[in-house]
């Protein structure tokens, strides 16, 4: 993860994420897990997440980080 607006992730943060460049935000819940990886889980199922694609996450307006999803 590449964090923007934050130095890291210390505890669960309630975000918007996007994979799709047109998609709409979708409301998750970020954990941060060891090695400084993230566990990220949407309130609803999302449709083809691929690893290797990009994921942003959004406080609002606001980019918070984004990174490579290593695994769906």
């Given amino acids: 993860m590449n964090w923007i607006s934050i130095p890291y992730l210390a505890e669960p943060m309630r975000l918007q994420a996007c994979t799709r460049y047109?998609?709409?935000?979708?409301?998750?819940?970020?954990?941060?897990?060891?090695?400084?990886?993230?566990?990220?889980?949407?309130?609803?199922?999302?449709?083809?997440?691929?690893?290797?694609?990009?994921?942003v996450l959004y406080d609002g307006d606001l980019v918070v980080g984004g990174g490579t999803i290593m695994s769906t």
């Fill in 22 to 55: 047109h998609a709409k935000l979708q409301d998750a819940t970020a954990y941060p897990e060891e090695g400084g990886r993230v566990k990220v889980i949407f309130d609803k199922p999302q449709r083809a997440m691929t690893p290797g694609q990009a994921l």
